[in-house]
């Protein structure tokens, strides 16, 4: 079973679900016009005053293709996405466990948006501890074969997901917020993230 998935930001958990299934043979987009506001450059994280967007600026240098979009230079948003990831989970239970390999994410050297996620991916991985192979591909087809997810999570809408409530820091306050990044549920689930993102289902 192919699967076409876009290449996202710290994807959200929904997208890890996706990813992540076993009969799935995983080919990433590259090749699409960038659309905006979508989770190609920006991913959801539990602030202290609810949810909070962190958005990647871009360099807008005429080019729509994703494989050459470029991150802004004149922004130091690295160290200020960090930051925020840092004040919103540094009480969570698991922060302090991934903390050197979380900031690895911001200190990589890449202006290709594309590097920059896939690199952010791999890190990724590593802590969820799997190696889930993927191939890119050569050119956008309109009609791809098999599945296409190019269109399927939406940064503006609910989810399309049922997840189980976990715990978040900041959930006494605002409740429970569902299918946000990916590094929500590794500082608040831990090693069980994997089972987790395997028990979310598709509404």
């Given at each position: 079973?192919?699967?076409?998935?876009?290449?996202?930001?710290?994807?959200?958990?929904?997208?890890?679900?996706?990813?992540?299934?076993?009969?799935?043979?995983?080919?990433?987009?590259?090749?699409?016009?960038?659309?905006?506001?979508?989770?190609?450059?920006?991913?959801?994280?539990?602030?202290?005053?609810?949810?909070?967007?962190?958005?990647?600026?871009?360099?807008?240098?005429?080019?729509?293709?994703?494989?050459?979009?470029?991150?802004?230079?004149?922004?130091?948003?690295?160290?200020?996405?960090?930051?925020?990831?840092?004040?919103?989970?540094?009480?969570?239970?698991?922060?302090?466990?991934?903390?050197?390999?979380?900031?690895?994410?911001?200190?990589?050297?890449?202006?290709?948006?594309?590097?920059?996620?896939?690199?952010?991916?791999?890190?990724?991985?590593?802590?969820?501890?799997?190696?889930?192979?993927?191939?890119?591909?050569?050119?956008?087809?309109?009609?791809?074969?098999?599945?296409?997810?190019?269109?399927?999570?939406?940064?503006?809408?609910?989810?399309?997901?049922?997840?189980?409530?976990?715990?978040?820091?900041?959930?006494?306050?605002?409740?429970?917020?569902?299918?946000?990044?990916i590094i929500d549920l590794i500082c608040n689930k831990g090693p069980e993230s994997l089972t987790?993102?395997?028990?979310?289902?598709?509404?």
């Open positions: 079973m192919q699967i076409l998935l876009p290449i996202f930001y710290l994807p959200p958990i929904s997208w890890f679900a996706i990813f992540l299934q076993d009969d799935a043979e995983i080919v990433f987009e590259q090749y699409e016009n960038f659309p905006k506001q979508t989770y190609r450059n920006r991913t959801n994280i539990y602030g202290a005053n609810g949810k909070l967007s962190l958005i990647i600026p871009m360099n807008h240098n005429g080019t729509r293709v994703l494989k050459d979009i470029q991150t802004s230079t004149r922004e130091k948003w690295k160290p200020l996405h960090w930051k925020s990831i840092k004040i919103a989970y540094q009480t969570s239970p698991y922060f302090e466990y991934y903390e050197d390999q979380l900031e690895a994410i911001f200190t990589f050297k890449a202006n290709s948006l594309l590097d920059f996620n896939l690199n952010a991916l791999k890190i990724i991985q590593k802590i969820l501890k799997t190696e889930k192979a993927y191939s890119l591909n050569n050119e956008f087809l309109k009609q791809p074969q098999g599945f296409n997810f190019r269109d399927q999570f939406s940064a503006k809408s609910e989810t399309a997901f049922l997840m189980e409530v976990y715990y978040q820091g900041f959930s006494d306050k605002y409740g429970f917020l569902e299918d946000l990044s987790y993102i395997r028990n979310v289902k598709h509404k």
